[in-house]
């Protein structure tokens, strides 16, 4: 079965410092792989996708990811945080089967201070 | 441009007690799908749908029924409320052929 590990439940950055949040996944092929944003209050907005080709992946907001196969692992990064960022992220991977099914991970919630 | 409702936004339940949480999209999507949202825990997959008519269990089921009599509405249905369904449930679509799944806002759920 597909799984995903958040490692870290809180991240606290300054504003303006660069940030990953690491994720790892378990899967038995090449998996699509997601990064959701859920602000307070709010539903999950798509960051970024990977399922195929080159492995650094550009999302919105300023974001970007890099899949590793020989980690089995999907990190995000950002060069410059902004108090706006302040938010849970959630990792998924998803189902490559047909029905894409995301199993997501148990979030990180990013703390950013001035 | 709606995208994915869901009402209410905010409900508190007695013990026992059945309500519907309803969930509309106006996309046009096949798949549908239920996630329960508890702290630390991330998502976890209640039900979903493939499409009007056809709907199956995700990882938690137990307590919970769905249906899919049309493309763009798919009600979670508790029929005797628990503590333990006190938690943020989230309506998502997706499109065939696409693979984002595009959230609804929650509904925020106590059971007392």
């Known amino acids: 079965a597909q799984s995903v590990t958040q490692p870290d439940i809180h991240i606290t950055v300054s504003e303006g410092a660069s940030l990953e949040l690491r994720c790892n996944y378990s899967y038995g092929a090449t998996p699509y792989l997601f990064w959701y944003v859920q602000s307070p209050g709010q539903g999950l907005q798509l960051l970024l996708k990977?399922?195929?080709?080159?492995?650094l992946v550009q999302g919105i907001k300023g974001f970007e990811a890099e899949f590793k196969r020989s980690q089995s692992s999907f990190n995000l990064r950002k060069p410059s945080v902004h108090w706006s960022d302040a938010a849970e992220y959630f990792c998924?991977?998803?189902?490559?089967?047909?029905?894409?099914?995301?199993?997501f991970g148990r979030g990180t919630s990013l703390i950013v201070h001035p | 441009n709606a995208g994915v409702t869901q009402t209410p936004k905010f409900r508190i339940l007695k013990i026992g007690q059945s309500m519907t949480l309803q969930c509309t999209q106006d996309?046009?999507?096949?798949?549908m799908y239920w996630y329960r949202q508890d702290p630390g825990m991330g998502l976890k997959l209640i039900y979903y749908?493939?499409?009007?008519?056809?709907?199956d269990k995700g990882e938690v089921p137990n307590g919970y029924n769905v249906s899919r009599s049309t493309t763009e509405d798919f009600p979670l249905r508790l029929e005797l409320a628990a503590p333990s369904q006190t938690s943020v449930y989230f309506c998502a679509s997706r499109d065939r052929g696409s693979t984002e799944a595009f959230f609804g806002q929650g509904t925020r759920l106590t059971v007392v």
């Open positions: 749908s493939v499409g009007a008519g056809i709907t």
């Open positions: 998924a991977v998803g189902d490559t089967g047909g029905s894409y099914i995301p199993t």
């Open positions: 990977y399922f195929s080709g080159d492995t």
């Open positions: 996309m046009n999507h096949n798949y």
